[in-house]
């Protein structure tokens, strides 16, 4: 166990993990559930380990790096594992005006297009995860400029 507790230690210092990611990665290695626990609780208690954290790392980079909505950083998450409500509870800890600054940026860029690809610049927002209702009222917003 010992063993295990240090290259996980190693690479939740490099960046956020969560505990689904940990538990993974100790069962693609063949790791049996009760090791896997023990190294996860520990992990926690030593602080090199933390849902929230992790959470909210998420949120911050996928919104401002990679330009997502709430929507697809939603489905991000699910997909790692989080339940609705931890998801919730983590969108609902950014700022709701830097996502319309995101989105207002995404639709400034993609202005030129508007004209004559309406609806491809639209299924591109949508595909970023944004809410129809708010990506009609910024593209209104930009044409009416």
Known sequence: MEE??????????????CTHGVRGKLQRASVDDETATAVVQALLDEGFLSDDRFLESYVRTHMEYKR??????????????????EVE?????????RFQEILTEL??????????????VIRYLLGRG??????????????GR
């Open 4 to 17: 295990w507790m240090e290259k996980m230690r190693r690479w939740c210092s490099q960046q956020e993990r």
């Open 68 to 85: 997502w909505g709430p929507r697809k950083i939603l489905q991000g998450l699910r997909e790692i594992g989080f339940s609705a409500a």
């Open 89 to 97: 509870r983590a969108l609902n800890h950014a700022d709701e005006h």
């Open 107 to 120: 639709v400034e860029r993609r202005k030129p297009e508007l004209a004559e690809k309406r609806e491809r």
């Open 130 to 143: 944004f809410l129809v209702n708010e990506v009609l009222r910024a593209i209104e917003e930009a044409e």
